[in-house]
Nanobody, 123 residues
């Protein structure tokens, strides 16, 4: 499976962006898929995941209130709608797929990764 994220860019605080992650291969619909982000000088951190069943989890209530993860299995695409962006959301955002086990919030549990897309939020 190959993943390709897109949709990043430079926006102002309060703006919105929608990230997309397109997958190759037929098995995408059966995979848990997630978004992670890595800010300069920081560890990669979990943002949200969506299981093949549609179950969703976010890293925090703050992200849950501003971000929406979704997927279109017919298009083999994962989305992250980001609203009310803050400067602290600035990071490279990565999509990932296929979790081994049940540690959906751990980057090490994911088998496939895209190259990342940069989101910069200015104040």
């Amino acid at each position: 499976v190959q993943l390709q994220a897109s949709g990043g860019g430079t926006v102002q605080a309060g703006d919105s962006l929608r990230l997309s992650c397109t997958a190759s291969g037929h098995a995408f619909r059966s995979y848990t898929a997630g978004w992670f982000r890595q800010a300069p000088g920081k560890e990669r951190e979990f943002v949200a995941h969506i299981r093949w069943s549609g179950d969703i989890a976010y890293a925090s209530d703050d992200l849950k209130g501003r971000f929406t993860i979704s997927r279109d299995n017919a298009k083999k695409t994962l989305y992250l709608q980001m609203n009310s962006l803050k400067p602290e959301d600035t990071a490279v955002y990565f999509c990932a797929a296929q979790v081994i086990g049940t540690q959906y919030r751990r980057a090490s549990a994911y088998s496939y990764w895209g190259p990342g897309t940069l989101v910069t939020v200015s104040s």
